[in-house]
T-cell receptor, first 111, second 113 residues
Framework: KQEVTQIPAALSVPEGENLVLNCSFT??????LQWFRQDPGKGLTSLLL?????REQTSGRLNASLDKSSGRSTLYIAASQPGDSATYLCAVRLNDYKLSFGAGTTVTVRA | DAGVIQSPRHEVTEMGQEVTLRCKPISGHNSLFWYRQTMMRGLELLIYFNNNVPIDDSGMPEDRFSAKMPNASFSTLKIQPSEPRDSAVYFCASSIGPASEQYFGPGTRLTVT
C-alpha cells in the first residue's frame, strides 16, 4: 500500500521567505504526482501535476520537483505572501486513476 | 467554466435519516470521483466512475453508502441510514481522463447528530 508522508505538518514563515514543502512516498512505481492547495473550509485547488517521466514542473512562483528513485517530491514557493497561507497536499497516483494523499502541510505566512 | 458543482454545501441531519449529496462535474470530463475527508483519516477515495460507469467502489465504507451516475453531468452519493460517524466533508472531483489532473468541488460538510 502506498504511504504518502508530508513533513513538517505545519510551517510558519515571514513574508518574502521561500517555502520548501516536502512529500515522500513508499512505492516509487508511480504514474504521476499532483500538488493541491486547500483553504480552510474550501475544496482542493490543483497547483501542479508532474508526470513520472518529468523531473520538475513550474507555474509562476511555484516549482515542483520529482525524484522517483528516492520517493520524494518537493514544492518550492518563491517569495511567499500572506495569500499563500493554506494547507498544501501532495497526492501520488499509483495506477491510472487512484490518488493517495498525504496529510498535508499547513503554511502560515506572517505579514 | 463554473468548475465542479456540489450541493448542498452544508447538511445537518439526524441519525437514521437518508442523505443525498449531489455533484455536477465539469463539462467534457469523463472521470468522476467521490472522496471523504476527516481529520482522522484524511482524504479517502470512495468511488470512481469512468464514462458514467462505476469502476472502483472498494472505498465505499459499507452497504449504507451508494452512488449513481445516471448521465455525464450528474452524480449522487446517498447514505441510508446515516450515522454520526458519517460526519465528514464529502468532495466530488472530475477529470478529463482517469489519470489527468483532478478538479475538486467545494465539498459538502455533513453533520449527523
Amino acid at each position: 500500500k502506498q504511504e504518502v508522508t508530508q513533513i513538517p505538518a505545519a510551517l510558519s514563515v515571514p513574508e518574502g521567505e521561500n517555502l520548501v514543502l516536502n512529500c515522500s512516498f513508499t512505492d516509487s512505481a508511480i504514474y504521476n504526482l499532483q500538488w493541491f492547495r486547500q483553504d480552510p473550509g474550501k475544496g482542493l485547488t490543483s497547483l501542479l501535476l508532474i508526470q513520472s517521466s518529468q523531473r520538475e514542473q513550474t507555474s509562476g512562483r511555484l516549482n515542483a520537483s520529482l525524484d522517483k528513485s528516492s520517493g520524494r517530491s518537493t514544492l518550492y514557493i518563491a517569495a511567499s505572501q500572506p495569500g499563500d497561507s493554506a494547507t498544501y497536499l501532495c497526492a501520488v497516483r499509483l495506477n491510472d486513476y487512484k490518488l493517495s494523499f498525504g496529510a498535508g502541510t499547513t503554511v502560515t505566512v506572517r505579514a | 467554466d463554473a468548475g465542479v458543482i456540489q450541493s448542498p454545501r452544508h447538511e445537518v441531519t439526524e441519525m437514521g435519516q437518508e442523505v443525498t449529496l449531489r455533484c455536477k462535474p465539469i463539462s467534457g470530463h469523463n472521470s468522476l470521483f467521490w472522496y471523504r475527508q476527516t481529520m482522522m483519516r484524511g482524504l479517502e477515495l470512495l468511488i470512481y466512475f469512468n464514462n458514467n460507469v462505476p469502476i472502483d467502489d472498494s472505498g465505499m465504507p459499507e452497504d449504507r453508502f451508494s452512488a449513481k451516475m445516471p448521465n455525464a453531468s450528474f452524480s449522487t452519493l446517498k447514505i441510508q441510514p446515516s450515522e454520526p460517524r458519517d460526519s465528514a466533508v464529502y468532495f466530488c472531483a472530475s477529470s478529463i481522463g482517469p489519470a489527468s489532473e483532478q478538479y475538486f468541488g467545494p465539498g459538502t460538510r455533513l453533520t449527523v447528530t
